[in-house]
């Protein structure tokens, strides 16, 4: 039962089952000074009546029990008999329970009563530790205070010899931390708040220490045994393109990324590199120019992005990029049509085609290339780790990777989420952005915000409208949509103004066919859903407008806004609710009209949201720990990664004496290969 439900299968993991509260027993509190606000409390007293009242279902045993401040009333259901045979009238006991109230005065049911002349006696712990259980557990009786009897019982076989100290001593001491046995013994049965904390600290420290560890020996083995294919050289088509054709002058953040890539893929070794940037930093030509690296020595390079559109869009900025170096660059789509799409397997099984842009199809067992050197995943937050998996077995010698997202986060935490990554970021904005001004408006501020619209079309900019996906159903999202677009056509009637729309129900085509036309201005407004959230870039688009903004994250807020503030055009960004906003919402877009930089925006995302699923590496199994919480302590996570790189530094295989139960702990720890390979 235990194993089923709640994978306990060892003494081990029944002491790494950890309490999620106790049950304070340390503190007596008068009766007089009892509160709604508490939940269990323990009272001293003399019981000064007990009597049997109502009827049958209503039976019940009720004793008052007073001390010099109060009256607490305490009442049983079941077992009347014994416990009226066992308590005495004029006694004093301590009662310790559950609270609750009725008309006003405290009262428990079926509290835990022990005579004051025992409880003297009686080394019973004086927090008593409550645990995690499931309903079916519960229902089997084994509640969250049984699994402590069970724990309890565990702690008298145990002494400290078999919960030895695996961490150096001088950490214990700089980082005055308690040790293991102490750390194990006070997390379940605490002697005091305070040694509990430190139990938790000393246990949180630990396990990130360790999993920092675990993740710097599986990058180091990585630089070291894995097999990459080699690109010795820089050749004609990156020098051509850097020295002629480079639309702008890199910014220093994208050359210092270029030169670790260059690094990477020239030493033998797999790269796999995540490359993390603000929306609008400039991902999207480093990843280009890496891939000419590619081609010089004799590879194909590919990119796979997470939607049509997006693909599309790098294809055709790709080919006018590329096209005075006469590269072969093809895309290929779940829409790609199948004449189309015979051409262009071919071209990429041959070899002649050097730059594939693509979506999942990329990914397809169909798809076989004929030496593919370099694998770019852009937004990479959107695919699944399965997916990305799948690119490696394109290539004898898996091919480099290049994972680049926009949703940034904090760069220890992305290290630790992405396991064995290595990491850049681009954190510079190209020059001559003037900042995006957002501001909150109300519903009823809409004429308004229309007619600050109409003065921007008249400027010749362009506008996205975008609605939110929430309903539950489908078919109602769609109708919302639907609203939306119509009464956005209210405020700007043909022919005068003209109109896109992109939403998920739309044919590839279509999508197509309206985007086009935005992009090629022929269309002033674009209506849509998220799905126009990922990567798109209309440089002449100035406002965007995002309807019911409250019903957004803050991540997805900060996406949407990427996609105006893109050319030199002075920005805005409008978020429009209704006037009755949660607080968690009323915050959001409070950081939003505050701050435009990414990683402000992702701390505090992370402060309002908790870290759930950070892009996707939940199903990596990455962020599963026991105690600690990579979102609340952060602090613990840096100063851990800190340890553990100069550990590392010093001794990278645990060699030394001091570091061998370290070494040991780590191959002993189930699930070794937790982090597994994630792209
Ligand atoms: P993201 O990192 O969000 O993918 P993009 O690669 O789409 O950003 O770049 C955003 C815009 O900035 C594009 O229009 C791109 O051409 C432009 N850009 C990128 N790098 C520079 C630079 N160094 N100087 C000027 N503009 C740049
Ligand atoms: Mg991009």
Known sequence: MLKKELQIFTFEDLLSHFPYKHLDKTSVQPIGQISPSMEYVQVRGFIVSMEIVGERRARRLVAQLRDRTGILELTWFQGINWVQKTLAVGGEYLAFGKLGFFLGKPQMTHPELESVKDASASAKPSMEPVY????????????????????????????EKQIPEILPAFFLEKENLCSRWQAFKQVHFPSSPEAYQQAVYRLKFEELFTAQLRLGMLRSA???????????????????????????????????????????????????????????????????????????????????????????????????????????????????????????????????????????????????????????IDEQHKFGVAQRAKLWGKHAI????????????????????????????????????????????????????????????????????????????????????????????????????????????????????????FVNRETQIMVGTTVIEVGVNVPNASVMVIESAEKFGLSQLHQLRGRVGRGSEKSYCILLSG???????????????????????????????????????????????????????????????????????IDPDLNLEVNIPLRQFLKAEKGGTLWGKIS
């Not at 954190?427 to 957002?438: C, H, N, S, V």
């Not at 999202?477 to 739309?506: C, T």
Request: aromatic content about 8%; glycine content about 8%; some cysteine.
């Open 132 to 159: 995690p259980v499931t309903e079916k557990l519960k229902a089997r009786g084994l509640n969250g205070r049984a699994i402590g009897k069970l724990t309890e019982q565990l702690f008298l076989l145990l002494d």
């Open 222 to 376: 990585r630089h070291r045994f894995s097999r990459g294919v080699v690109f010795s050289k820089v050749g004609d088509y990156f020098n051509d393109f850097f020295h002629q054709y480079l639309p702008f002058p890199l910014t220093g953040a994208q050359k210092r990324v270029l030169k670790e890539i260059r690094q990477d893929t020239g030493t033998g070794r797999q790269m796999n590199r995540l490359l993390q940037g603000d929306v609008g930093s400039g991902k999207t030509i480093v990843a280009l120019m890496a891939m000419l690296i590619a081609i010089d020595n004799g590879f194909q390079a590919c990119i796979m992005a997470p939607t049509e559109i997006l693909a599309r869009q790098h294809f055709d900025n790709f080919s006018a990029m590329l096209a005075p170096l006469e590269l072969s660059v093809g895309i290929l789509t779940g829409s790609t049509k199948s004449a189309e799409r015979k051409k262009t397997l071919a071209g990429i099984q041959d070899g002649s085609l050097k730059i594939i842009i693509g979506t999942h199809a990329l990914i397809e067992d169909v798809v076989q290339f004929s030496n593919l050197g370099l694998a770019v």
């Open 398 to 517: 898996p091919p480099h990777m290049l994972v680049m997202t926009a949703t940034p986060i904090p760069r220890t935490l992305a290290m630790t989420a992405y396991g064995d990554l290595d990491y850049s970021v681009i954190d510079e904005l190209p020059p001559g952005r003037t900042p995006i001004l957002t501001v909150h408006r109300l519903d009823d501020a809409r004429p308004q915000v229309m007619d600050f619209i109409k003065s921007e079309i008249k400027l010749g900019r362009q506008i996205y409208f975008i609605f939110p996906l929430i309903e539950a159903s489908e078919k109602m999202q769609y109708e919302d949509l639907m609203q939306g677009y119509e009464n956005v056509k209210a405020w700007f009637p043909e022919p005068q103004y003209w109109i896109s729309m992109v939403h998920g129900r739309m044919t590839a085509d279509q999508k197509e066919m309206n985007m086009r036309r």
């Open 579 to 649: 006037s009755q906003v949660g607080k968690d919402a009323k915050d959001r877009l409070g950081v939003m009209c505050l701050t435009n930089d990414g990683f402000k925006i992702a701390e505090k995302d992370l402060d309002l949201r908790g870290p759930g699923d950070i892009q996707g590496t939940r199903q990596s199994g990455a962020l599963s720990f026991r105690i600690a919480d990579l979102v609340a302590d952060r602090a613990i996570l840096e100063k851990a990664k800190i340890y553990a790189e100069d550990l590392l530094g």
